[in-house]
T-cell receptor
Framework: NAGVTQTPKFRVLKTGQSMTLLCAQD?????MYWYRQDPGMGLRLIHY???????AKGEVPDGYNVSRLKKQNFLLGLESAAPSQTSVYFC??????????????FGPGTRLTVL | GNSVTQMEGPVTLSEEAFLTINCTYT??????LFWYVQYPGEGLQLLLK?????DKGSNKGFEATYRKETTSFHLEKGSVQVSDSAVYFC?????????????FGTGTQLKVEL
């Protein structure tokens, strides 16, 4: 049971290049999330998904696209990378709410640098 | 909207010292509250949680009590260890809207020295 995994761990891009970050979870969770973490700003939600085939915008969605074609995978795409997208990206998953809370499980992160 | 405010770090303590990291929140209704911990080079892990007023979450010697009257969820530990060095995030999950979305504070870095 690997939990939440992210690929790649590190990446350096030039401005204008594109890339896709892959998140996979083996816990059969319905909900998945993409966050970015920047110094002094905590984690901010980019996009999220409440089930296969569905996605929704979070707090900072501009410049990113996502897809959830399979329940276990959640892809984050950058079509034209900008230096402002230099960050550490975290994926998380959780089961649907059954009560007052549900824990989110986080992947190890992807460190992206855009030059 | 929802928001979480944490005390700024870094916080540097000697081993066996008492730890308090302050956290206050703004939210509609009665959210669930969490503390997550991030060890160097890793993702976030849930440390403890509380779902209603006066609940006390506890784990690994850490405690936090959900105080509705002061909208606070301060993290405490009686005797810290070097292995507690990490970044600590306070977070809330609102009861409105879908998707179990979390709102995080900015994080507080803790460094424990011998």
């Amino acid at each position: 049971n690997a939990g939440v995994t992210q690929t790649p761990k590190f990446r350096v891009l030039k401005t204008g290049q594109s890339m896709t970050l892959l998140c996979a979870q083996d816990m059969n969770h319905e909900y998945m999330y993409w966050y970015r973490q920047d110094p002094g700003m905590g984690l901010r939600l980019i996009h999220y998904s409440v089930g296969e085939g569905t996605t929704a915008k979070g707090e900072v969605p501009d410049g990113y696209n996502v897809s959830r074609l399979k329940k276990q995978n959640f892809l984050l795409g950058l079509e034209s990378a900008a230096p402002s997208q230099t960050s550490v990206y975290f994926c998380a998953s959780s089961p649907p709410r059954e009560g007052l809370y549900n824990e989110q499980f986080f992947g190890p992160g992807t460190r992206l640098t855009v030059l | 909207g929802n928001s979480v405010t944490q005390m700024e770090g870094p916080v540097t303590l000697s081993e066996e010292a008492f730890l308090t990291i302050n956290c206050t929140y703004t939210a509609t209704g009665y959210p669930s509250l969490f503390w997550y911990v991030q060890y160097p080079g890793e993702g976030l892990q849930l440390l403890l949680k509380a779902t209603k007023a006066d609940d006390k979450g506890s784990n690994k010697g850490f405690e936090a009590t959900y105080r509705k009257e002061t909208t606070s969820f301060h993290l405490e530990k009686g005797s810290v260890q070097v292995s507690d060095s990490a970044v600590y995030f306070c977070a809330l999950m609102g009861l409105t809207g879908g998707g179990n979305k979390l709102t995080f504070g900015t994080g507080t870095q803790l460094k424990v020295e011998l």
